[in-house]
């Protein structure tokens, strides 16, 4: 299953609403969680179920979509936000990634 | 806390192998499946392969397939990958990851996954 992701860059400021859309060569039902990757860090767990939060993420993140069309949405985009934003299949392995979009300012 | 902890890194010449380490704590090491991903330099995240809770299933990407092998010892609380036949496209940073499931209601009850915990990464470098 292959993982699109558009668009691959945004620049945006503080306060913005950011939309990140994630598109899967086939249905997928809900299985994909999103991540957010810090430049040397590991990625860290945003979204799973394509829209329950994670413990501990802040409610400006939301997630939706179910088939083959996904969307993550950062409704007022906060400084420590500016990152690379993976999507994640989770429906068979090999587990694919999205290719990425980095936000920045 | 959970902590996933990867050794064994390093640079290493094509052809040659290397055997990467990722000690777990905080939790039950042998209940849970584990994975392990990669990333390039400056590129995205690539899936390399799982491994049951037991040990008993394994997949493999199919770059890396006939070259990797992944295992585990659960008294150890230990996941390994041993990487043989190195080539300069195996040049990343490999990360282990636990994978987590999660129970929920869409018409019927079905169950999805996700990779809640991951290491700090360890770096391997294939080339002469």
């Known amino acids: 299953i292959q993982l699109t992701q558009s668009p691959s860059s945004l620049s945006a400021s503080v306060g913005d609403r950011v939309t990140i859309t994630c598109r899967a060569s086939q249905g997928i039902s809900s299985y994909l969680a999103w991540y957010q990757q810090k430049p040397g860090k590991a990625p860290k767990l945003l979204i799973y179920?394509?829209?329950t939060l994670q413990s501990g993420v802040p409610s400006r993140f939301s997630g939706s979509g179910s088939g083959t069309d996904f969307t993550l949405t950062i409704s007022s985009l906060q400084p420590e936000d500016f990152a690379t934003y993976y999507c994640q299949q989770v429906n068979s392995y090999p587990f694919t990634f999205g290719p990425g979009t980095k936000v920045d300012i | 806390e959970v902590q996933l902890v990867e050794s064994g890194g390093g640079l290493v010449q094509p052809g040659g192998s290397l055997r990467l380490s990722c000690a777990a704590s905080?939790?039950?090491?042998?209940?849970?499946?584990m994975n392990w991903v990669r990333q390039a330099p400056g590129k995205g995240l690539e899936w390399v392969s799982y491994i049951s809770s037991s040990g008993t299933t394994i997949y493999y990407a199919d770059s890396v397939k006939g070259r990797f092998t992944i295992s585990r010892d659960n008294a150890e609380n230990s996941l390994y990958l041993q990487m043989n036949s190195l080539r300069a496209e195996d040049t990343a940073v490999y990360y282990c990851?636990?994978?987590?499931?999660?129970?929920?209601?869409?018409?019927?009850?079905?169950?999805?996954?996700?990779?809640?915990?991951w290491g700090q990464g360890t770096l391997v470098t294939v080339s002469s």
């Open positions: 905080g939790f039950t090491f042998s209940s849970y499946e």
């Open positions: 179920a394509a829209s």
């Open positions: 990851a636990r994978r987590q499931h999660y129970n929920f209601w869409s018409g019927s009850y079905l169950v999805t996954y996700y990779f809640d915990y």
